[in-house]
């Protein structure tokens, strides 16, 4: 079918190009070619904020601009997150706004990055022609050629503009020479130019891909593919280059992080060139320096000992998110004997009923999550932990709840994030399950949790009052000018307050005199003594003398 370039029409489904043969509408075409200006925008989590930055080093080398203005920007690109049907519709809403300004005229290319582009699939530029490209997110090395295949201007077939891996293959038959394009957007990482002070000193570092877990309700296996172990020595040179830059915080990525495990010489390529292992490998976990057929192997705990040692510039190194099951004591002991490696764990129960568990397809029980962090606070007392729930899933009964209820009222934890069960497609819950439990329902449920753990939360951080910290500082919070306090404090003159979080990850507020020193102390360490404690955060007092 031969179409002319031309306006969509308001009612998408009356447009001639619908009927399969989708082409390029040049209404949606921006103007300028060089040095377009970008407005990206993230939702998600960790992950998608580490993809954004990527993006944006690797756009911003080849000459596209950032803008924080979504009007005065040529190019929106929302990087996005399926894991909730709320997410994907704010994006959504999004879209539609920017859709009706194109249809009044305004000439914009519209982006979706991620997993809600992985997810719907190419057909989506057919189903909304006011979408211009779509990039998964294990496609996004490929989003320079898909934004210069819209602004050719010329007829593009909508296969230019998409680059989706497409959920049945699960990045199966491309996965090498994909990963190895990956690897090189990981490795070639520049630090995004907009990222603020204390930005500047922290990154994340990814260390797997993917998930094989497929937990029911979950989009990630479909989303993000399979599970591949990036290789270590590319892990330790990225921390290193990091380290150079000024950065002394990292956190380490990956949706199973403590299942990391990578067997040298597995793949090797026709140019012999090792490529990373993908999953389970879990076979592997706890045997450092041997493998299956006599390989070598770096393990979970392998690779936090060894960026602790061979890179000291990091002064804090931190991972998320770990799995209740198979997190070996080998990994405690490393962090028990790692002063510059972060006592915190995220670490998601997802409930507190065996049967939902099962449901869940989580592969451990009640018992078995209760006996691990009995370990983890053996190993390490002092330790921050956090973790996920879901509230309401399909068939979850009073009786399951109160198991929840019981496990979070029993549990130290520091945090939990309370989330609503929301079916998505691709999922298996969604096609096995009614989605039975009424929403109001599941409103009570997360009310009742919440307070519960604001309860916990709270008594956690009692514990803290009296204790010496050091300190991350994120964010100045707020400056004052007041002078109640100073002469305590022992300074006189304005006050500035900021906040930061203890190697447990606790949010810690305090003051320091005026706003220069909170902008000198942005993205440094610095000795704290806890004065007070609230359900979220601790109040400090800055020990400057306890510097060391
Ligand atoms: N990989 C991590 C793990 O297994 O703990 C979590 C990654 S997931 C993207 C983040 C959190 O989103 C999960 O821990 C879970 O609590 C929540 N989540 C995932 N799918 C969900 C769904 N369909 N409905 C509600 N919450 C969901
Ligand atoms: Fe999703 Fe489960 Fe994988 Fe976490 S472990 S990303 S919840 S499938």
């Known amino acids: 079918m031969n179409v002319r370039p031309h306006r969509f029409p308001r009612d998408a489904a009356a447009c001639p190009c619908n009927a399969g043969q989708w082409t390029y509408h040049a209404g949606s ?36 601009r950032f803008t924080d ?9 929302f990087n996005t997150c399926s894991v909730r049907e709320q997410a994907e519709n704010k994006v959504f809403s999004r879209v539609g706004r920017l859709k009706q300004e194109k249809l009044a005229g305004r000439r ?3 982006g979706l990055l991620g997993c809600v ?13 006011e979408i211009d490209l779509l990039c998964g997110p294990g496609e996004l090395d490929r989003l320079p050629m898909l934004l210069d295949n819209v602004m050719k201007g010329a007829l593009v077939d909508w296969r230019e503009r998409a680059a989706v891996q497409g959920s049945s293959t699960r990045r199966t038959a491309t996965l090498s020479a994909a990963e190895d394009s990956l690897e090189s957007l990981d490795l070639a990482r520049a630090f995004d130019p907009s990222r603020g002070d204390s930005d500047r000193h922290a990154a994340y570092v990814r260390i797997t891909r993917g998930c094989n877990k497929f937990c029911t309700y979950c989009v990630v296996p479909n989303t993000r593919g399979a599970e591949v172990h990036r290789p270590p020595d590319a892990i330790v040179d990225e921390c290193k280059a990091l380290a150079d830059q000024g950065v002394i915080e990292i956190t380490l990525l990956g949706q199973t992080v403590n299942h990391y495990v990578y067997v040298h010489g597995a793949a090797v390529g026709s140019d012999g060139r090792e490529r990373p292992p993908s999953g389970p490998g879990l ?6 320096d041997r493998g299956a057929a006599g390989r070598r192997v770096t393990t979970f705990a392998d690779l936090l000992r060894r960026i602790h ?9 931190r991972f998320v998110t770990s799995y209740p099951r198979d997190f070996g004591d080998d990994i405690l002991e490393v962090m028990q004997h790692s002063p510059r490696i972060c006592r915190y764990l995220h670490v998601p129960a997802q409930s507190g009923s065996d049967r939902i568990l099962k449901r869940m397809n989580r592969g451990y029980t009640v018992g078995q999550y209760r006996a691990f962090i009995e370990r983890v606070v053996a190993y390490l007392p002092d330790a921050g932990i ?54 109001s329902v599941k409103r009570q449920r997360i009310n009742r949790l919440l307070d519960i753990q604001s309860e916990v939360s709270r008594q956690v951080h009692e514990r803290e009052i009296g204790r010496n910290h050091h300190v991350f500082v994120e964010k100045i919070s707020q400056a004052k000018t007041s002078g109640s306090g100073r002469v305590e404090l022992g300074w006189v003159g304005d006050t500035a307050q900021v906040s930061g979080r203890t190697p447990g990850d606790l949010i810690t507020v305090f003051d320091v005199p005026g706003e220069a020193t909170a902008r000198r102390l942005l993205g440094t360490i ?7 404690a609230a359900p979220r955060l601790l109040w400090g007092r800055w020990r400057p003398e306890n510097e060391s």
């Open 386 to 439: 956090a973790g996920d729930i879901i509230v309401g899933f399909p068939t979850e009964t009073d009786e399951d709840f109160e198991q929840t209820c019981k496990l979070v009222r029993e549990l130290p934890f520091k945090n939990n994030f309370v989330f609503k069960y929301s079916p998505r497609p691709g999922t298996v819950a969604i096609d096995r399950y009614a989605d039975d439990v009424a929403e």
């Open 29 to 64: 075409m921006p103007l300028p070619t060089t040095n377009p200006l970008v407005y990206l925008e993230t939702f998600g989590c960790q992950m998608n904020e580490l993809d954004s930055e990527l993006v944006t080093g690797h756009l911003h080398a080849l000459g596209y």
């Open 69 to 77: 203005d979504r009007d005065a920007a040529n190019i929106v690109l």
């Open 108 to 110: 914009v290319t519209i």
């Open 309 to 317: 040692e061979e890179v000291p510039g990091i002064r804090r190194l």
């Open 526 to 532: 610095v000795p704290v003594e806890v004065v007070g």
């Open 283 to 288: 076979t592997a976990v706890g045997q450092s």
């Open 117 to 129: 582009a992985e997810r719907e699939g190419a057909s989506l530029l057919s189903r909304q022609p």
